[in-house]
């Protein structure tokens, strides 16, 4: 195997596991993973984006806030999800656009930027399930939406998952781009 196809490989594994996916065999990762920690994801971006300009040629830099692509994906791209017939939880939405995107030079879709926008418009919220830990679930607006809580199991055990039916998926394609670009209200 030589150098190039490592980093690529690599960065594979970088991506997936930074959208909360197995890459091994693209299985959601438990929302309770150390993986999915918010901190660990967002390195997990920074290392993708350095593999990214090491494999593009190009020397790893200083990155600023102001070097932040604005994200944008077009009705065509939009036509290309394909919508789960079974309702998959978001980590797995933001892993199907990625893989659309892929040629495009520009920010991830992670599985939080598409739940924090569902709770601010107020199909999720927060709900404490102990001292200081929250989880975000669907509203009665969200499940209205098609988004619900089902019982997975996973190597800790049994644990709830939000997942998104064909409705749901739609609606957070459609407003992608919103997602992905916020405006401060």
């Known amino acids: 195997m030589t150098e190039q196809e490592k980093l690529h490989r690599a960065k594979h ?3 997936s596991l930074a959208n909360g996916v197995n890459p091994l065999d693209g299985t959601p990762i438990p929302e309770q993973d150390i993986v999915n920690n918010v901190k660990i994801s967002r390195c997990l971006f920074f290392v993708s984006d350095v593999l990214r300009k090491q494999l593009d040629g190009h020397e790893p830099k200083k990155v600023s806030g102001k070097d932040k692509k604005q994200f944008y994906i077009t009705e065509e791209e939009k036509l290309q999800y394909i919508p789960s017939k079974t309702p998959i939880p978001a980590s797995g ?3 199907k656009v990625n893989e659309i995107l892929d040629e495009k030079k520009m920010r991830k879709v992670s599985y939080r930027t598409i739940t ?6 107020g199909l999720m919220e927060e709900e404490e399930i102990s001292a200081g830990k929250c989880r975000k679930v669907p509203t009665a607006s969200g499940i ?3 988004i619900t809580t089902e019982i ?3 190597v800790r055990g ?3 998952c939000v997942v998104y039916d064909e409705n749901a998926q739609e609606f957070v394609i459609e407003n992608l781009n919103t ?3 916020p405006t401060d209200d």
């Open 152 to 154: 997975r199991t996973g």
């Open 179 to 181: 997602i992905m670009n």
């Open 116 to 121: 924090a926008w569902l709770v601010k418009v």
């Open 158 to 160: 049994e644990y709830p």
């Open 93 to 95: 939405i933001s892993y």
């Open 13 to 15: 594994y970088i991506d």
């Open 144 to 146: 209205a939406m098609g």
